[in-house]
């Protein structure tokens, strides 16, 4: 039976992504099956208890919870030790001599000391409006990380920044690259004349792979957010991004990647953009339009440049194609890429259930399960109140992944893996094992059917969205993915086909 431990600490403050990243490493230590190291907030606390754990009463926004469960009181003590040298090694600070000035208290402050021309803004959604304001009043652009933003938020802040002649990438901006700086999720990739403007992103991150496998830079990524392009939006920011790469010298051509757009606001857009005085071409997912890897194809032909032959690394001993009864089964961390592969499904299974569906009718139930063709981005806002982006903490999806192996009207696993800054530092590593395990499930459940005639094999297809010079490595990565069994394409559209390639029945 396991033991639980949780701690309360009046009044001991730390910021949240340093608390996310003491978690991990408390949940990483032997023995340890859960753990949760964070201020108990009323979010935190829903939280914790969702987890099995008891939070004292009068537990407040500025005190600290420490909630270790593990197999035995050594796991527990272990727990408590790991989480207590990360406490102490993010606590110890330089101090300083008399008369020193107090850190700055707002956000406001911050960027008028530091004289910061951009501000990335991670809290609660609840918060985040508040600060990208403080900010935007400050002068700085805003990069609004945090999601869970109202839309009403999202314009109010849109038009003040247009106002304040700055830009707000977000809400719900995950990557950005500018002046070659990498914030939030990005890649490594080289400097080079193309300006990307993304509604997305996870696509911006295909997009910028796949130019790099083609030997082509970007000069900068601008995320605009995943509802710029929807009506309630209407394009604001996108309109500031795409007037800003239009004046920057190093930008000779752009390139808009999107979830899939609302129609007049993206006719309105390429009118407005026709007169920039330079190429913008489009990536804009949707019914009838290309996907991502099709269109930045077109790209490269119009910029007078060789399309690649995308790096794939497949699988030895999977099935025959064709010969895999059940059902596509697609668990993604990538929004974009979670459209991209359903819109490119959908063309050859026919309907597809989802938390993002392509029509309402097709909204998966709070379980998130049923036994036809089914696509989860586990990325999306419902799934990421209390916890970190699954990019960062895949636990979630690792469940899932289990359980579709269990499950017999699973056909084929198509997942996704996206490398770089901020992401997971080892995630092929935990995705290996999750693959050998669900593969291993398979199996057995193969042999002991074997006596009636059926068998049942589980092929396993990943995009890895990533470059060579990512802290991950792609070849890396790839290499212990199929070491595992799976096939491995950095292409989004090819792993999708390749996955699709198995199932003897489409529709």
Not at 97 to 114: K, Q, Y
Not at 433 to 446: L, M, V, Y
Not at 450 to 461: F, Q
Request: with cysteine.
């Amino acid at each position: 039976m396991s033991i639980t431990h949780v701690d309360l600490r009046r009044g001991a403050y730390h910021d949240s992504v340093t608390l996310l990243q003491i978690s991990r490493t408390v949940a990483d230590v032997h023995g340890v099956e859960a753990a949760q190291v964070a201020m108990a907030t009323e979010l935190n606390v829903e939280v914790l208890s969702g987890m099995g754990f008891d939070v004292p009463e009068g537990a407040g926004a500025n005190d600290l919870v420490v909630a270790v469960r593990a197999a035995d009181e050594e796991g527990v003590a272990a727990g408590i030790a790991a989480a207590e040298a990360a406490l102490s090694a993010k606590s110890a600070t330089p101090s300083g001599g008399f008369g020193d000035a107090p850190p700055p208290r707002t956000t406001a402050a911050a960027i008028r000391a530091g004289a910061a021309e951009i501000a990335l803004i991670s809290v609660p959604g609840r918060y985040a409006a508040t600060e990208a304001l403080d900010a935007i009043g400050a002068g700085a652009s805003v990069m609004l990380f945090s999601d869970n933003v109202s839309v009403e938020d999202e314009v109010m802040l849109k038009d003040a920044a247009a106002s304040a002649d700055v830009l707000v990438m977000g809400p719900d901006c995950g990557t950005a690259v500018v002046g070659g700086v990498a914030l939030g999720f990005a890649n490594v990739v080289t400097a080079g004349p193309i300006g990307l403007v993304a509604a997305s992103g996870t696509g911006a991150q295909q997009i910028m792979c796949l130019l790099d496998a083609a030997g082509v830079g970007i000069s900068h990524c601008l995320g605009v957010g995943g509802r710029d392009l929807k009506t309630a939006v209407g394009g604001r920011s996108t309109r500031q991004a795409l007037a800003a790469l239009a004046a920057d010298e190093a930008t000779t051509s752009i390139v808009v990647v999107s979830k899939p757009p609302d129609e007049e606001v993206l006719s309105d857009l390429e009118s407005y953009a026709a007169g920039l005085g330079l190429p913008v071409r489009w990536a804009t997912l949707g019914a009838g339009r290309p996907d991502l890897t099709t269109a930045l194809e077109s790209v490269l032909e119009a910029e007078g440049r060789a399309v690649p032959e995308w790096p794939a690394w497949v699988a030895d001993g999977d099935p025959e194609p064709g010969s895999v009864g059940g059902s596509l089964r697609g668990l993604f961390c990538g929004g974009t890429l979670a459209d991209d592969a359903m819109l490119l499904a959908a063309e050859v299974v026919g309907d597809i259930r989802s938390n993002i569906p392509l029509r309402d009718d097709l909204a998966l139930g709070s379980d998130l399960r049923h036994d036809g063709h089914l696509v989860i981005d586990f990325g999306d806002d419902g799934l990421t109140q209390g916890r970190a982006h699954p990019m960062i903490d895949p636990s979630l999806r690792m469940e899932r992944i289990a359980a579709e192996a269990a499950d017999p009207s699973c056909g084929v696993l198509l997942l996704d893996l996206v490398l770089g800054y901020g992401a997971h530092q080892d995630p092929a590593g935990e995705l290996a094992d999750a693959i050998r395990s669900a593969k291993a499930t398979a199996g057995a459940e193969q042999q002991s059917t074997k006596r009636s005639g059926t068998a049942r094999a589980l092929p396993v297809v990943v995009s890895v969205t990533g470059t060579e010079s990512d802290p991950q490595g792609l070849t890396r990565t790839a290499e212990t993915l199929v070491a595992a069994g799976a096939s491995v394409f950095l292409s989004n559209r090819d792993a999708t086909r390749h996955a699709l390639s198995f199932l003897g029945s489409t529709r």
